[in-house]
Protein backbone atom coordinates (compact mmCIF):
# COMPACT_ATOMS: atom_id res chain seq x y z
CA UNK A 1 0.00 0.00 0.00
CA UNK A 2 1.69 3.12 -1.44
CA UNK A 3 1.68 6.46 0.14
CA UNK A 4 2.68 9.13 2.81
CA UNK A 5 2.17 8.44 6.39
CA UNK A 6 2.77 11.28 8.83
CA UNK A 7 2.84 10.78 12.82
CA UNK A 8 1.49 11.85 14.93
CA UNK A 9 -2.00 12.77 13.96
CA UNK A 10 -1.53 15.64 16.81
CA UNK A 11 1.16 16.87 18.99
CA UNK A 12 1.30 19.14 22.00
CA UNK A 13 4.35 21.85 22.71
CA UNK A 14 5.18 23.17 25.43
CA UNK A 15 7.17 26.48 26.03
CA UNK A 16 10.70 26.40 25.07
CA UNK A 17 10.57 22.68 23.60
CA UNK A 18 11.61 21.46 20.36
CA UNK A 19 9.30 18.94 18.96
CA UNK A 20 9.66 16.35 15.82
CA UNK A 21 7.16 15.56 13.25
CA UNK A 22 7.61 12.45 10.77
CA UNK A 23 6.97 11.86 7.41
CA UNK A 24 7.79 9.02 5.54
CA UNK A 25 6.99 7.87 2.37
CA UNK A 26 7.53 4.74 0.48
CA UNK A 27 6.43 6.03 -3.73
CA UNK A 28 10.32 5.99 -4.32
CA UNK A 29 10.37 9.78 -4.72
CA UNK A 30 13.28 11.66 -4.74
CA UNK A 31 11.78 15.48 -3.54
CA UNK A 32 10.08 15.71 -0.21
CA UNK A 33 8.42 19.32 1.39
CA UNK A 34 7.23 20.15 4.37
CA UNK A 35 4.07 22.77 4.29
CA UNK A 36 2.32 24.46 6.99
CA UNK A 37 -1.28 25.10 6.53
CA UNK A 38 -2.87 27.89 8.76
CA UNK A 39 -6.63 28.50 9.49
CA UNK A 40 -8.44 29.89 6.00
CA UNK A 41 -5.28 30.51 4.06
CA UNK A 42 -3.24 28.53 1.61
CA UNK A 43 0.54 26.26 2.22
CA UNK A 44 3.25 27.53 2.67
CA UNK A 45 6.51 26.41 1.58
CA UNK A 46 8.82 25.75 5.00
CA UNK A 47 12.14 23.07 3.63
CA UNK A 48 12.47 20.79 0.67
CA UNK A 49 14.83 18.31 0.05
CA UNK A 50 15.44 17.18 -3.74
CA UNK A 51 17.71 14.42 -3.05
CA UNK A 52 19.06 12.67 0.49
CA UNK A 53 21.60 14.58 2.69
CA UNK A 54 20.44 18.00 0.43
CA UNK A 55 17.46 19.97 1.71
CA UNK A 56 16.11 23.55 0.96
CA UNK A 57 14.82 26.43 2.65
CA UNK A 58 11.40 27.46 1.65
CA UNK A 59 9.37 30.88 2.46
CA UNK A 60 8.87 30.25 6.19
CA UNK A 61 12.21 28.09 7.29
CA UNK A 62 12.95 30.55 10.65
CA UNK A 63 12.65 28.10 13.99
CA UNK A 64 12.06 25.21 11.62
CA UNK A 65 14.70 22.73 10.75
CA UNK A 66 14.55 19.13 8.65
CA UNK A 67 16.99 16.02 8.11
CA UNK A 68 17.22 13.71 5.04
CA UNK A 69 19.13 11.12 5.66
CA UNK A 70 17.29 8.63 4.15
CA UNK A 71 15.40 8.49 0.92
CA UNK A 72 11.57 7.92 2.22
CA UNK A 73 12.15 9.76 5.33
CA UNK A 74 12.31 13.48 5.75
CA UNK A 75 11.61 15.02 9.73
CA UNK A 76 10.68 18.24 10.57
CA UNK A 77 11.49 20.16 13.61
CA UNK A 78 9.96 23.01 15.30
CA UNK A 79 12.11 24.55 17.69
CA UNK A 80 11.76 26.65 20.49
CA UNK A 81 12.61 29.62 18.19
CA UNK A 82 9.42 29.24 16.38
CA UNK A 83 7.49 31.71 18.28
CA UNK A 84 3.86 30.77 16.39
CA UNK A 85 3.99 26.87 15.93
CA UNK A 86 0.16 26.41 16.05
CA UNK A 87 -0.41 25.23 12.04
CA UNK A 88 -1.59 22.44 10.24
CA UNK A 89 1.49 20.74 9.21
CA UNK A 90 0.88 18.66 5.61
CA UNK A 91 4.44 16.70 3.81
CA UNK A 92 4.61 15.77 0.26
CA UNK A 93 6.67 14.12 -1.78
CA UNK A 94 7.27 14.34 -5.76
CA UNK A 95 9.03 12.44 -8.96
CA UNK A 96 12.59 14.47 -9.15
CA UNK A 97 10.74 16.85 -11.76
CA UNK A 98 9.06 18.46 -8.48
CA UNK A 99 6.54 20.95 -9.03
CA UNK A 100 6.10 20.15 -12.65
CA UNK A 101 4.88 17.13 -11.50
CA UNK A 102 1.97 16.08 -9.00
CA UNK A 103 2.85 16.33 -5.60
CA UNK A 104 1.45 13.73 -3.23
CA UNK A 105 0.50 14.50 0.65
CA UNK A 106 0.26 12.57 3.77
CA UNK A 107 -2.96 13.07 6.26
CA UNK A 108 -1.07 16.17 7.92
CA UNK A 109 -0.14 16.62 11.69
CA UNK A 110 -2.02 19.11 13.98
CA UNK A 111 0.44 21.37 16.17
CA UNK A 112 -1.06 22.78 19.31
CA UNK A 113 0.69 24.73 22.16
CA UNK A 114 0.22 23.88 25.76
CA UNK B 1 2.70 36.92 -1.53
CA UNK B 2 0.82 34.30 -3.04
CA UNK B 3 0.89 33.45 -6.96
CA UNK B 4 -2.48 31.91 -7.20
CA UNK B 5 -5.54 33.64 -6.10
CA UNK B 6 -8.71 31.39 -6.32
CA UNK B 7 -12.29 33.49 -6.46
CA UNK B 8 -14.70 32.92 -5.06
CA UNK B 9 -13.71 32.04 -1.22
CA UNK B 10 -16.62 30.05 -0.46
CA UNK B 11 -19.29 28.70 -2.98
CA UNK B 12 -22.62 27.12 -1.44
CA UNK B 13 -24.96 25.00 -4.23
CA UNK B 14 -27.59 22.25 -4.24
CA UNK B 15 -26.82 18.87 -4.92
CA UNK B 16 -26.88 18.24 -8.81
CA UNK B 17 -25.54 21.70 -10.01
CA UNK B 18 -22.23 22.91 -11.58
CA UNK B 19 -19.78 24.53 -9.42
CA UNK B 20 -17.32 26.64 -10.97
CA UNK B 21 -13.93 28.35 -9.13
CA UNK B 22 -11.25 30.22 -10.68
CA UNK B 23 -7.72 31.06 -9.87
CA UNK B 24 -5.65 33.60 -11.07
CA UNK B 25 -2.33 34.03 -11.09
CA UNK B 26 0.40 36.81 -11.48
CA UNK B 27 3.78 35.63 -13.16
CA UNK B 28 4.28 33.10 -15.90
CA UNK B 29 3.96 29.32 -15.64
CA UNK B 30 4.93 26.20 -16.71
CA UNK B 31 1.59 24.48 -15.54
CA UNK B 32 -1.02 24.96 -12.71
CA UNK B 33 -2.85 21.92 -10.79
CA UNK B 34 -5.57 21.48 -8.95
CA UNK B 35 -5.86 19.91 -5.55
CA UNK B 36 -9.16 19.04 -3.33
CA UNK B 37 -8.71 18.87 0.50
CA UNK B 38 -11.30 17.75 2.77
CA UNK B 39 -11.48 19.45 6.26
CA UNK B 40 -8.22 18.13 8.40
CA UNK B 41 -6.98 16.25 5.62
CA UNK B 42 -4.06 16.25 3.49
CA UNK B 43 -4.62 17.58 -0.11
CA UNK B 44 -5.29 15.39 -3.35
CA UNK B 45 -4.40 16.06 -6.59
CA UNK B 46 -7.06 16.71 -9.10
CA UNK B 47 -5.91 17.51 -11.88
CA UNK B 48 -2.53 18.89 -13.73
CA UNK B 49 -2.81 21.42 -16.80
CA UNK B 50 0.67 22.47 -18.83
CA UNK B 51 0.66 26.03 -19.84
CA UNK B 52 0.40 24.67 -23.59
CA UNK B 53 -3.22 23.28 -23.03
CA UNK B 54 -6.27 25.13 -23.08
CA UNK B 55 -8.58 22.32 -21.52
CA UNK B 56 -8.31 18.95 -19.60
CA UNK B 57 -10.90 16.71 -18.42
CA UNK B 58 -11.28 14.08 -15.49
CA UNK B 59 -14.49 12.54 -15.01
CA UNK B 60 -17.04 15.44 -13.70
CA UNK B 61 -14.08 17.85 -13.72
CA UNK B 62 -13.15 20.03 -16.16
CA UNK B 63 -9.93 22.56 -15.94
CA UNK B 64 -9.34 25.36 -18.49
CA UNK B 65 -6.47 27.61 -18.58
CA UNK B 66 -6.17 30.84 -20.63
CA UNK B 67 -1.84 31.99 -20.00
CA UNK B 68 -2.80 35.57 -21.54
CA UNK B 69 -4.96 36.49 -18.88
CA UNK B 70 -2.95 34.04 -16.57
CA UNK B 71 -6.34 32.77 -15.42
CA UNK B 72 -7.57 28.80 -14.52
CA UNK B 73 -11.12 27.63 -14.04
CA UNK B 74 -12.12 24.15 -12.60
CA UNK B 75 -15.58 23.25 -13.14
CA UNK B 76 -17.17 20.25 -11.33
CA UNK B 77 -20.43 18.95 -13.22
CA UNK B 78 -23.59 17.48 -11.66
CA UNK B 79 -22.02 18.17 -8.13
CA UNK B 80 -22.93 15.85 -5.16
CA UNK B 81 -22.52 16.36 -1.31
CA UNK B 82 -19.28 14.24 -1.15
CA UNK B 83 -17.62 16.94 -3.31
CA UNK B 84 -18.06 19.39 -0.02
CA UNK B 85 -14.30 20.51 0.65
CA UNK B 86 -11.64 23.19 0.25
CA UNK B 87 -10.41 23.59 -3.81
CA UNK B 88 -6.76 25.14 -4.03
CA UNK B 89 -4.92 26.35 -7.55
CA UNK B 90 -1.04 25.57 -7.25
CA UNK B 91 1.65 27.20 -9.77
CA UNK B 92 5.29 26.52 -10.16
CA UNK B 93 7.32 29.63 -10.52
CA UNK B 94 7.91 29.30 -14.28
CA UNK B 95 11.50 30.06 -15.48
CA UNK B 96 12.41 32.77 -13.05
CA UNK B 97 12.49 30.37 -9.76
CA UNK B 98 13.13 26.90 -8.73
CA UNK B 99 11.40 23.87 -10.48
CA UNK B 100 10.46 22.31 -7.22
CA UNK B 101 8.66 24.80 -5.42
CA UNK B 102 4.63 24.70 -6.25
CA UNK B 103 2.81 28.06 -4.54
CA UNK B 104 -0.99 27.79 -3.39
CA UNK B 105 -3.92 30.02 -3.43
CA UNK B 106 -5.74 30.42 -0.21
CA UNK B 107 -8.45 28.02 -1.61
CA UNK B 108 -12.68 28.10 -2.03
CA UNK B 109 -14.76 26.44 0.36
CA UNK B 110 -17.11 24.67 -2.03
CA UNK B 111 -20.49 23.63 -0.05
CA UNK B 112 -22.83 21.18 -1.47
CA UNK B 113 -25.93 20.50 -0.12
CA UNK B 114 -27.83 17.50 -0.57
Known amino acids: DGGITQSPKYLFRKEGQNVTLSCEQN?????MYWYRQDPGQGLRLIYY???????QKGDIAEGYSVSREKKESFPLTVTSAQKNPTAFYLC?????????????FGPGTRLLVL | SQQGEEDPQALSIQEGENATMNCSYK?????LQWYRQNSGRGLVHLIL?????REKHSGRLRVTLDTSKKSSSLLITASRAADTASYFC??????????????FGKGTLLTVNP
Open chain 1, 92 to 104: ASSTWAGARETQY
Open chain 1, 27 to 31: LNHDA
Open chain 1, 49 to 55: SQIVNDF
Open chain 2, 27 to 31: TSINN
Open chain 2, 49 to 53: IRSNE
Open chain 2, 90 to 103: ATDRGSGGSNYKLT
